[in-house]
């Protein structure tokens, strides 16, 4: 578990979080929106079903340049990284993949209640950085498919900064997982692929039977991450 832990929290992709103000998000959305506005009043009565489509998302498009590459301990806030970057002598003098070291894992996540314990309270934080509500951000990460629709393209899924993450090996505390939403669906190839994920940050806490998420995101566009 500290193995996944230290990865996690230490060795996600290294980028430059740009942030962009709140305003500069609200102009955008102004102007994407009176720009579909005046399309949809030049349009013709016999609009083609792709037009028709695209005048009702939910969300304005933004421009590719709105993304700003986020790193992953940019969602912890301060107080949880601290405590991940110096965990416990219970933890630091077990040695990784050892048998004690799988064993402690399960029975301090059994025991994160101990109001004494930082570190074990920051596995299971649902503590987000309030400035990055509303953020456009542009992630890497691995897909954790929740739902599909008729063609089996991924509608819902949980972004995650490791492969196995909520399947083969514990979650990260939630304040490292993104629910992310995608209506058009995702054909996903294999799990192993980890992409770079674009959209609307939200600090928004979504529970699911497999992992807690304080994050969330209605996804714009994604691609396959390269390095």
């Known amino acids: 578990?500290?193995?996944?832990?230290?990865?996690?929290?230490?060795?996600?992709?290294?980028?430059?979080?740009?942030?962009?103000?709140?305003?500069?998000?609200?102009?955008?959305?102004?102007?994407?929106?009176?720009?579909?506005?005046?399309?949809?009043?030049?349009?013709?009565?016999?609009?083609?079903?792709?037009?028709?489509?695209?005048?009702?998302l939910p969300l304005a498009i933004l421009p590719a340049t709105a993304f700003k590459p986020l790193e992953?301990?940019?969602?912890?806030?301060?107080?949880?990284?601290?405590?991940?970057?110096?965990?416990?002598?219970?933890?630091?003098?077990?040695?990784?993949?050892?048998?004690?070291?799988?064993?402690?894992?399960?029975?301090?996540?059994?025991?994160?209640?101990?109001?004494?314990?930082?570190?074990?309270?920051?596995?299971?934080?649902?503590?987000?950085?309030?400035?990055?509500?509303?953020?456009?951000?542009?992630?890497?990460?691995?897909i954790v498919p929740l739902e599909f629709n008729d063609k089996q393209e991924v509608t819902q899924f949980f972004l995650v900064p490791y492969f196995g993450a909520c399947i083969h090996v514990p979650p990260p505390p939630p304040n490292q997982i993104i629910f992310v939403r995608y209506p058009p669906g995702l054909k996903q190839e294999e799990l192993y692929t980890p992409y770079w994920v674009s959209g609307v940050l939200e600090t928004s806490l979504v529970e699911n039977d497999m992992a807690t998420a304080a994050y969330s995101m209605q996804m714009q566009s994604f691609e396959t991450y390269v390095e």
């Open 72 to 142: 992953w301990v940019d969602l912890i806030p301060k107080e949880d990284l601290e405590a991940l970057e110096h965990p416990p002598g219970y933890i630091a003098d077990v040695e990784d993949g050892s048998f004690e070291d799988q064993i402690s894992s399960q029975i301090n996540n059994s025991l994160v209640a101990a109001a004494d314990d930082r570190y074990q309270q920051a596995l299971v934080s649902t503590d987000v950085v309030p400035a990055m509500n509303n953020r456009p951000v542009r992630v890497p990460g691995f």
């Open 1 to 56: 578990m500290l193995r996944v832990v230290r990865w996690s929290v230490l060795a996600a992709v290294t980028l430059t979080l740009l942030a962009c103000e709140q305003a500069e998000n609200e102009a955008l959305a102004d102007s994407a929106a009176e720009t579909a506005t005046n399309q949809q009043a030049a349009a013709p009565k016999q609009a083609s079903p792709g037009a028709a489509k695209k005048a009702v």
